[in-house]
């Protein structure tokens, strides 16, 4: 049975690592509301010009430009999201766990080639039976989302137009609430040519239909990607909050037991010590 002082110690150690997930708690709350008010803010602007693109892109005949249309191969790169930092739970092996799945499933007779964002993910599947082409990590420690958003783009259209690939999907967490994350996966590029449909009123373009397109597309990635890595953020950060919520809570159940064992102990060590006086007193 461990002595009082064993179980003492215990109880601090115990009372340390709660202080350290209650306040972990307090900064991830801090942080989600200003992820959830970045992506309340950011999705309007992006369905919104997800839509422009779309409407653009109907009114163009044919393949006029190579960002669209439909996948002409079987050479893949996935897109896998996850975070830089640990203690949120099951948010990095949900992602993780699903990429594999689509490594065994629904992308098993294609050629894949996984890019992966954040630490966690990439720690994570250099010892899976997968191939990495690239990585990124700590992208949004500058605090500028969109200009790793556009760095992460431009790479991956500079590859999808010299043939490295002939689709690019993403495989993210979508923030839903504080405690809901919804496992999401998106295709990136070619960006999916609209289905024709009677226009009833075209636009003007300056300097060229083409040119306009061209550049609409590519601003479209841009802030879809944008939107994509805040959904992600704000998924860690609830999930985060919610892990050390629990945690926290499992450490007041953990000391409440512990004080228990420990009161039980102090009065078995007491009337231990009182029966060996009234022996001694007998005897005497």
Known sequence: MPSLRDIKRRIS????????????????AAKLRRAQESIERARPYAYHLRDMAARVAERTPGS?????????????????????????GGFNATVINEAM???????????????????????????????????????????????????????????????????????????????????TLERVLPIEQPSQSEVVVDYLYEPSQEAVLGELLRRNLHVQMHRILLESAASEYG??????????????????RLT?????????????????????????
């Open 64 to 88: 006029a430009h190579q960002l669209l249309g439909a996948p002409k191969g079987d050479r893949v790169a996935l897109i896998v999201l996850t975070s830089d930092r640990g203690l949120c």
């Open 13 to 28: 150690s115990v009372k340390s690592t709660q202080k350290i997930t209650r306040a972990m708690k307090m900064v991830s």
């Open 260 to 284: 228990l064992a420990y009161n039980r102990a102090r009065q078995t060590a007491i009337t231990s010590e009182v029966i060996e006086i009234v022996s001694g007193a007998e005897a005497l």
């Open 101 to 183: 799945r689509l490594l065994r499933t629904d992308l098993k007779d294609k050629d894949v080639t996984l890019t992966v964002i954040g630490r966690k993910g990439v720690e994570a599947l250099r010892r899976r039976p997968c191939t990495i082409s690239r990585t990124y990590v700590r992208v949004l420690d500058d605090g500028r989302p969109l200009r790793a958003a556009t760095d992460i783009v431009e790479d991956h259209i500079q590859a999808f137009l010299e043939g490295e690939f002939d689709e690019a999907l993403c495989l993210y967490n979508e923030f839903k609430s504080a405690i809901s994350q919804k496992l």
């Open 239 to 256: 999930a985060r909050m919610t892990a050390m919520e629990a945690a926290t809570n499992n450490a007041s159940d953990v000391i409440d």
